[in-house]
């Protein structure tokens, strides 16, 4: 169920998101050496006008690469269509842009 | 479960995976926001489930999670290529094995250095 | 010669529209064999209301493909000691489409969807006009020259996971088709192609899965040919904005 724009929205965000991942995952391996704790993640990220602007773009990007994956996969499942596969495709791209929002701002101010 | 016969080939497999990794991946994302936002309201609950992390059922999950994240990764990089740049097959398999060639050694290098 | 006595053990799909189920034929084994032969001869000479379809019996019609052990093959060119598994052969219509009686499905929606993405000859000029010179060699053409020749056997329609699980899907046959027409220097209205490929059972619905490309018995690979069309419309959003 993807017209071009859905196309376009999609594999756009799969660019942007593309070097993203890669810094994620080394981040991860780094930070996992010797155990996490909440100082120390805060300690990297909290007043990083950086961390802020690189985990921001994730956010959005995923928002959008995850809200039109799962719209597909459910269109596929059920035969989902017409209002309700618009309103489930625009609900689940902004529950996670808040909740990722909500972590951005959680470990980069406060 | 048999897979059907009209399936039995890498391409359809390598979709599956990558469908699969996709909504397991979307699925955790909620819970990772979730977790993240605790510094904000509660840092010691954080701190309690970032000390979960040395257990060794976590760490299989974290390691799950790093691996999905991964496969969904390559997976797009794949479809990417395949999409966007007209090459021939030879010179896309040389691409594949080439990128994936440079994972195995990197790989291998990371987990000497950690 | 053969061994007279050796027998297939074949299932066949019996029913009409929604219902129905496989029944068992013995049927004598020959040294060369296609499966086409197989149903023919339990249509003459066991169960002669059999409905199935074929016509050149040559791999040129596209008329006959059928399920074969649960892969769509175009059952004239496919020889039975090939696709044999364990004495057994199980033959049911082509997936994706209804079925009309045992083995004939409906090709309607096939040649619908065909036409839906543009498969229909517009030409630009008028037979007034000097007959256009397209050069054998010219790009274009040999990126057309690829899918001109599929048979319409809907093998690929019926392979394709992405038609089962979205009823507006064109399909491969048809994407492919709208592909060699973007290639074709006589086709003067490329965005009009591209556009009947870009709604919402278009060409970026496909994932990809390269069955089409898989079990197209041309060799064609209409997988390559969606993927030219992303390309094309990839760039004529950008170009266009929108
Ligand atoms: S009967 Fe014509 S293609 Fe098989």
């Known amino acids: 169920m993807l017209n071009i724009r859905l196309y376009m929205a999609q594999r756009l965000s799969a660019m942007v998101m593309a070097p993203l991942v890669l810094g994620h995952i080394a981040v991860m391996i780094y930070a996992v050496q010797g155990g996490l704790s909440t100082a120390e993640i805060l300690g990297r990220t909290q007043g990083s006008v950086w961390w802020f602007l690189f985990y921001g773009s994730f956010v959005l990007a995923v928002s959008v690469h995850a809200a039109i994956g799962l719209r597909v996969i459910l269109h596929e499942m059920t035969g989902l269509r017409g209002r309700w596969l618009e309103v489930f495709t625009c609900g689940i791209g902004v529950l996670l842009l808040i909740m990722g929002a909500r972590a951005v701002l959680a470990v980069t101010f406060a | 479960m048999m897979l059907k016969a009209h399936r039995n080939h890498p391409l359809w497999l390598a979709y599956m995976l990558h469908r699969l990794s996709g909504l397991a991946l979307a699925l955790f994302l909620p819970v990772h926001f979730h977790v993240l936002s605790l510094a904000l309201t509660r840092p010691e609950s954080l701190d309690r489930f970032l000390g979960l992390a040395d257990n060794p059922g976590v760490k299989l999950a974290e390691f799950g999670l790093v691996f999905l994240l991964a496969v969904h990764f390559f997976g797009g990089l794949r479809l990417l290529a395949l999409e966007f740049l007209p090459w021939s097959a030879r010179q896309k398999t040389l691409a594949a094995a080439s990128i994936a060639g440079a994972f195995l050694i990197s790989g291998a290098f990371l987990l000497q250095a950690v | ?242």
Request: overall charge neutral; glycine content about 8%; proline content about 6%.
């Open chain 3, 1 to 242: 010669m053969s061994d007279r006595s050796k027998l297939l053990e074949v299932s066949v799909w019996r029913g009409t529209g929604d219902e129905g189920a496989y029944e068992t034929f013995q049927v004598p084994a020959r040294d060369n064999q296609t499966v086409l032969d197989v149903v023919s001869w339990i249509q003459q000479s066991a169960d002669p209301s059999l409905t199935y379809r074929y016509a050149c019996r040559v791999g040129m019609c596209g008329s006959c493909a059928m399920m074969v052990n649960g892969v769509p093959r175009w059952t004239c060119r496919t020889h039975v000691k090939r696709v044999l598994r364990d004495g057994a052969l199980q033959v049911g219509p082509l997936r994706n489409l209804p079925v009309i009686k045992d083995l004939a499905a409906d090709m309607d929606p096939f040649f619908d969807k065909w036409i839906r993405a543009g498969g229909v000859h517009r030409p630009s000029r008028s037979r007034n006009d000097p007959i256009q010179q397209v050069p054998p060699d010219d790009p274009g053409r040999v990126e057309a020259n690829k899918g001109i020749e599929c048979i319409n056997c809907s093998v690929c329609y019926a392979a394709c996971d992405t038609v089962a699980g979205n009823p507006d899907y064109l399909g491969p046959a048809a994407l492919q088709r709208a592909w060699t027409l973007y290639n074709d220097a006589k086709v003067e209205d490329r965005q009009a192609v591209l556009d009947s490929v870009s709604g919402a059972g278009g060409c970026h619905n496909c994932h990809s899965q390269g069955s089409c490309t898989r079990f197209c018995p041309n060799e064609l690979d209409p997988l390559s040919a969606i993927a030219g069309l992303k390309r094309a419309s990839a760039r004529s959003f950008f170009r266009r904005g929108e």
